[in-house]
């Protein structure tokens, strides 16, 4: 075996070992083994095996336009020079406010509310066992709804 392949294989092993997926039980720890990704590219990623797979989960919900984007990561890397990040509970951003004024003016001919976000609550993604007491409940999305319309 070629180094990169031993080194796969111990990563894929400490994967088992300390990894837990927001899906899994602690007490299954170790059990399972999943794919160790390498790279995307595209609508693909690549494991550590060579595999090229089509990234159709994760498409659904975070890579849409693909990985390896050079505009993107070069978007992403200016804003982090700038600002990684504020807490939304009492600041906002300049990038927000303005994909704000963006969807408005492209999407809608006139909004009568704020842009309202229900997103997770603001914390790290919890194990699944209160992964619906973070996830945003019909009572958040009727709360949001509720600000909107009273506008």
């Given at each position: 075996m070629h180094g990169a392949q031993l080194d796969a294989i111990e990563?894929?092993?400490?994967?088992?070992r300390h990894l837990l997926?927001?899906?899994?039980?602690?007490?299954?720890?170790?059990?399972?083994?999943?794919?160790?990704l390498a790279y995307?590219?595209?609508?693909?990623?690549?494991?550590t095996?060579?595999?090229?797979?089509?990234?159709?989960?994760?498409?659904?919900?975070?890579?849409?336009?693909?990985?390896?984007?050079?505009?993107?990561?070069d978007a992403i890397a200016a804003q982090a020079m700038k600002l990684s990040y504020n807490s939304?509970?009492?600041t906002t951003n300049s990038p927000a406010a303005e994909l704000a004024a963006r969807i408005q003016e492209r999407c809608f001919f006139h909004l009568e509310a704020p842009v309202l976000r229900v997103t997770g609550l603001d914390m790290?993604?919890?194990?699944s066992r209160?992964?619906?007491d973070y996830v945003p409940s019909v009572d958040r999305v009727l709360e949001a709804c509720d600000r909107a319309f009273a506008y």
């Open positions: 990563r894929e092993a400490d994967a088992r997926s927001p899906a899994e039980e602690m007490a299954k720890l170790g059990e399972e083994s999943r794919p160790l995307g590219e595209g609508i693909y990623v690549v494991d095996r060579g595999r090229r797979l089509i990234d159709g989960p994760a498409g659904m919900w975070c890579t849409q336009v693909g990985y390896a984007r050079q505009e993107i990561a939304p509970w009492y790290p993604y919890p194990p209160v992964e619906t």
